[in-house]
């Protein structure tokens, strides 16, 4: 007894392919009509966080205008944002403080990773300028905002057990390896 393998996929992938052309044209008719027809990633991230942040001030209770919206609001924002995080981030009660790789499960919450906040925040503090605001009024590039992030920089760093300072900078792959002299640990003393 034979198995049926039939229904060949890979021919069906060829049929539909002239719709993938059309992938980019995004319906939204905005004001700019010479723009580019499909937008970078970025930008659509960026006009998404926009809305969001555009749908949290609506739904703000007592309700908040974008021109009276301070710093304070942004971290309430934040910490709003935390609910939906996918990082787990470690008490210092749990075992597993400090651990990268956890493992077992925990109870610990998952929050929003800092360096998701970090990309958030810049995109809504560009997004708050060309909608108008005024780059003294922004509130996402406010002191407070800053301190909050280095904090929970700092605070995730030890409790995941991640640098993000490492990860931030790495060699130039490209360099040519003759920045300095490399440390003698290897040294092959063949003669
Ligand atoms: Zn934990």
Request: include cysteine; charged fraction near 20%.
């Amino acid at each position: 007894m034979d198995t049926n393998v039939d229904s060949p996929s890979s021919e069906a992938a060829g049929l539909n392919t002239s719709s993938s052309a059309v992938l980019g044209g995004v319906g939204v008719a905005s004001s700019s009509s010479t723009s580019t027809p499909s937008p970078s990633r970025y930008e659509a991230q960026k006009r998404r966080d926009w809305n969001t942040f555009g749908q949290y001030l609506k739904n703000h209770r007592p309700p908040l205008s974008l021109s009276r919206c301070s710093g304070a609001h942004v971290l309430e924002f934040l910490r709003y944002l935390d609910q939906f995080g996918k990082t787990k981030v470690h008490t210092q009660m749990c075992p597993f403080f400090g651990h990268p790789n956890p493992p077992a499960p925990c109870p610990c919450p998952l929050r929003q990773a800092w360096g998701s906040l970090d990309a958030l925040i810049g995109r809504l503090r560009a997004a708050y300028e060309e909608n108008g605001g005024k780059p003294e009024a922004n509130p996402f590039g406010t002191r407070a905002v800053r301190l909050y992030l280095r904090e929970v920089r700092e605070l995730q760093a030890k409790a995941r057990g991640i640098s993000y300072e490492k990860k931030k900078r790495k060699k130039p792959s490209q360099g040519v390896g003759n920045q300095g002299h490399p440390p003698h640990t290897s040294s092959a003393g063949a003669s």
